[in-house]
């Protein structure tokens, strides 16, 4: 099956954007070629780029104390388990801790280390990361694979503190939502939604052998799924055909 996942609004979207450059970071550190570790670095300079545009470091803060207070106004609930409540509140407690306590905001410590600073401002530009253009960045692509990694996973690790806790606030936002199944009648689906309660996420499922794309829109008061499918030439059609699929709404 392959999942879907669309936010209702801009906080989760950002997060779902830092998740995905810190999976795409580990994936290329974990391997050995040059390339791999120059992607590394262009990664490594889109999560600081993610982090500076908006102030992502007080927001995570502010929802990881919100979720703090949510799991301990569960205490002395007898359908709750106090063992499974301290694990998940440790949880909170030391991602919050962690990231309150890295100085300024996500990256910022990369910003004094001149060379890497060198790299970054060249990246953008095609080719411009050549021999010729930085000599030293090149000379250090051909060391080791091992030492390479070494240097990433240094110049990573103040970014940790960040993975750790939008990790941390996705995984509850997921779990907070059930899957059923669903059809989408002539490709198109629509669900209207409570009024009163908050959602933040959307998440889907359908069998690959399908071949079908969906386009998904929500609303607080509504979402909707039309199911594409691809032409020759790349181009998305509207399906017709009453479509199964697996739909999880995740919110408070």
């Known amino acids: 099956m392959v999942r879907y996942e669309y936010p209702f609004n801009e906080s989760i979207r950002t997060m779902l954007r830092v998740e995905h450059l810190f999976d795409r970071l580990g994936q290329l550190m974990g391997r050995e070629a040059p390339v791999d570790h120059h992607f590394a670095l262009v990664t490594l300079f889109e999560i600081m780029d993610v982090a500076s545009r908006a102030d992502l470091k007080s927001d995570v803060l502010k929802e990881l104390e919100r979720c703090r207070t949510q799991f301990n106004g569960y205490r002395g609930n007898p ?15 030391h991602a919050y801790d962690g990231l309150n306590q890295a ?3 996500a990256g910022q410590a990369l910003t004094s280390n ?13 080719g411009g990361t050549c021999e010729f253009d930085l000599p030293a960045y090149y000379a250090w692509q051909q060391h080791d694979g091992a030492k390479r990694r070494n240097d990433l996973l240094q110049w990573t ?25 669903v059809v989408a009648s ?9 009024a009163g ?11 690959p052998s ?14 909707s799924v ?14 017709q055909e009453d479509m199964p699929f697996e739909l999880a709404l995740c919110g408070s």
């Open 226 to 239: 039309r199911w594409m499918r691809q032409d020759g030439e790349g181009r998305l059609r509207a399906s």
């Open 79 to 93: 359908s709750i388990s106090e063992r499974a409540l301290d694990e998940v509140i440790g949880r909170v407690d």
């Open 186 to 194: 002539a490709g198109h689906f629509q669900q209207s939604l409570p």
């Open 103 to 105: 100085a300024g905001k």
């Open 197 to 207: 309660r908050s959602y933040h996420l959307l998440r889907l499922r359908v069998d």
């Open 210 to 223: 399908l071949g079908l794309i969906p386009e998904i829109t929500v609303h607080r008061l509504l979402v």
């Open 157 to 181: 690790a103040s970014l940790m503190p960040l993975a750790e806790a939008v990790s941390l606030l996705l995984g509850l936002v997921r779990d907070s939502g059930a899957p059923h199944k």
């Open 114 to 126: 001149e060379w890497l600073m060198g790299i970054r401002s060249r990246v953008s530009i095609p």
